[in-house]
């Protein structure tokens, strides 16, 4: 009897493994999958490249997931991954993948030729049935220029032919999701994140320019639109030991490293509001450690200005600002000082995500930096 019953339990777990809902980053990939008629299981689902998930007018469909099982990518089979490793920007060669195959699953009733109007790509020269050809034994080489927060220019010499394309740095149509989408994808990634240790936040910073001032060394980390918003850790230095300033009697250095690596000697409670679109706010309950965790998986550069300091809290906001994709996640916080210590109060925050950078000025990101200027302590 014993026996049966460790039976049913096994095939009961199987069951609830095949039948259990594939998770998808964005609602544009599980529309592309429906429509690929794309059959995976989830045993491959975690940190998971399929080279052959489909094929599409005779080309190959592949996909990728990442170490939540999420599907993030889906697309043509076109590139190699030795060629795509070249690139530190290699989510443009993935977006043509996708978008080629987008317009062939007919996703758009707008048609190929209106819908590139619209999302502004652009074929300089060439044609897209050349590229469409593409596989990864395709002999090619391949040029990428980037007008920063603006324009990806590409350019393909394929055998004797060419093909330029451009496209714009818009983080909706690269990232395949509308802001409506994207906050939606942020308050569901969020709650997900884990704390990153102190090792994998301090190599991000062993090739930066250090200055001293006094007993304190400064790791210059840039600047961001201003002067007074910046990516400085503030260290101490003990016979070679070098370590983050964190102390009640340094608040404003010790908050500013916090903000900028979340690290802590615990987790930091935050109550979060979230700005949505059409003037909506949601709320969620998260560790300051998450956010800093979210904004480092997306490969953004963490930026930190002080707006107000009182003997209770010090208010400021954290930037964090993905070139790449030209967006910025901006948290704007309240910070008690009563943490320093040993007190157990939530961090009061508003957060506003994806902010799309493409129509900023480039005068606003072109500022002189003074590597001696640091916040004032008592």
């Given at each position: 009897?014993?026996?049966?019953?460790?039976?049913?339990?096994?095939?009961?777990?199987?069951?609830?493994?095949?039948?259990?809902?594939?998770?998808y980053?964005?609602?544009?990939?599980?529309?592309?999958?429906?429509?690929?008629?794309?059959?995976?299981?989830?045993?491959l689902?975690?940190n998971?490249?399929?080279?052959?998930?489909?094929?599409?007018?005779?080309?190959?469909?592949?996909l990728?997931?990442?170490?939540?099982?999420?599907?993030?990518h889906?697309?043509?089979?076109?590139?190699?991954?030795?060629?795509?490793?070249?690139?530190?920007?290699?989510?443009?060669?993935?977006?043509?993948?996708?978008?080629l195959?987008?317009?062939?699953?007919?996703?758009?009733?707008?048609?190929?030729?209106?819908?590139?109007?619209?999302?502004?790509?652009?074929?300089?020269?060439?044609?897209?049935?050349?590229?469409?050809?593409?596989?990864?034994?395709?002999?090619?080489?391949?040029?990428?220029e980037?007008?920063?927060?603006?324009?990806?220019?590409?350019?393909?010499?394929?055998?004797?032919?060419k093909?330029?394309?451009?496209?714009?740095?818009?983080?909706?149509?690269?990232?395949?999701?509308?802001?409506?989408?994207?906050?939606?994808?942020?308050?569901?990634?969020v709650?997900?994140?884990?704390?990153?240790?102190?090792?994998?936040?301090?190599?991000?910073?062993?090739?930066?320019?250090v200055?001293?001032?006094?007993?304190?060394?400064?790791?210059?980390?840039?600047?961001?639109?201003?002067?007074?918003?910046?990516?400085?850790?503030?260290?101490?230095?003990?016979k070679?030991?070098?370590?983050?300033?964190?102390?009640?009697?340094?608040?404003?250095?010790?908050?500013?490293?916090?903000?900028?690596?979340?690290?802590?000697?615990?987790?930091?409670?935050?109550?979060l509001?979230?700005s949505?679109?059409?003037?909506?706010?949601d709320?969620l309950?998260?560790?300051?450690?998450?956010?800093?965790?979210?904004?480092?998986?997306?490969?953004?550069?963490?930026y930190?200005?002080?707006?107000?300091?009182?003997?209770?809290?010090?208010?400021?906001?954290?930037?964090?600002?993905?070139?790449?994709?030209?967006?910025?996640?901006?948290?704007?916080?309240?910070?008690?000082?009563?943490?320093?210590?040993?007190?157990n109060?939530?961090?009061?925050?508003?957060?506003?995500?994806?902010?799309?950078?493409?129509?900023?000025?480039?005068?606003?990101?072109?500022?002189?930096?003074?590597?001696?200027?640091f916040?004032?302590?008592?």
């Amino acid at each position: 009897m014993r026996k049966l019953s460790i039976i049913i339990a096994v095939i009961w777990s199987m069951v609830a493994q095949q039948s259990a809902a594939i998770s998808y980053r964005t609602s544009l990939l599980e529309r592309m999958a429906k429509a690929a008629n794309i059959i995976v299981t989830d045993s491959l689902f975690t940190n998971t490249e399929l080279d052959s998930v489909a094929t599409i007018r005779g080309k190959v469909v592949h996909l990728r997931t990442d170490s939540w099982g999420q599907v993030t990518h889906i697309g043509y089979n076109m590139f190699n991954r030795a060629f795509t490793a070249q690139y530190d920007n290699r989510f443009i060669l993935e977006f043509i993948e996708r978008y080629l195959l987008e317009m062939d699953l007919g996703l758009d009733e707008r048609g190929a030729e209106k819908r590139m109007d619209v999302d502004q790509v652009t074929i300089v020269s060439g044609s897209l049935d050349v590229l469409r050809k593409v596989t990864p034994q395709t002999s090619l080489s391949f040029n990428l220029e980037v007008i920063k927060r603006k324009i990806y220019r590409l350019t393909w010499d394929i055998g004797e032919k060419k093909v330029c394309i451009t496209i714009p740095a818009d983080c909706q149509l690269i990232m395949g999701a509308n802001s409506i989408e994207l906050e939606e994808v942020f308050k569901r990634d969020v709650l997900s994140m884990m704390s990153i240790t102190s090792e994998d936040i301090i190599q991000d910073w062993y090739s930066l320019p250090v200055t001293r001032a006094g007993d304190i060394l400064i790791v210059n980390g840039g600047i961001y639109m201003s002067d007074m918003i910046r990516g400085s850790l503030y260290l101490t230095d003990k016979k070679g030991h070098r370590k983050l300033i964190c102390s009640p009697e340094r608040p404003s250095r010790s908050v500013s490293n916090i903000m900028l690596t979340g690290i802590f000697d615990r987790e930091l409670p935050m109550n979060l509001a979230i700005s949505l679109y059409g003037n909506k706010t949601d709320h969620l309950p998260i560790t300051l450690q998450q956010f800093v965790s979210y904004c480092k998986q997306e490969h953004c550069k963490l930026y930190f200005g002080i707006k107000t300091k009182s003997d209770k809290s010090l208010t400021g906001t954290l930037f964090a600002y993905n070139e790449s994709l030209a967006y910025t996640h901006m948290l704007s916080v309240d910070f008690p000082l009563s943490l320093l210590k040993e007190g157990n109060e939530s961090i009061q925050a508003t957060a506003y995500v994806y902010i799309p950078l493409r129509h900023i000025a480039d005068k606003f990101f072109i500022q002189e930096f003074n590597p001696t200027l640091f916040y004032d302590e008592e």
